[in-house]
């Protein structure tokens, strides 16, 4: 969260990436709550909610005005 926080302070965006594989698919409930864990710890903002695309949860997160 340090180097993403680094990036938003600079003015760019960060996207978050969770590749859940196996049996982990079951937990994708705990990985979107981990994935708003990692929004906060940035100090940023999510661009609406997290999107899920197959076994892939995205979120791109902005500087917190």
């Known amino acids: 969260a340090r180097r993403a926080n680094e990036f938003l302070n600079q003015g760019d965006k960060v996207r ?3 590749i859940l594989r196996g049996r982990e698919n079951i937990f ?4 979107k ?3 708003q864990k990692f929004v906060v710890l940035a100090n940023g903002k999510a661009e609406g ?3 899920t695309l197959g076994n892939r949860i995205n979120v791109v997160i902005t ?3």
């Open 16 to 18: 978050v990436v969770i």
């Open 28 to 31: 994708r409930e705990k990985a």
């Open 33 to 35: 709550e981990n994935i």
């Open 49 to 51: 909610q997290p999107v």
């Open 63 to 65: 500087k917190n005005n």
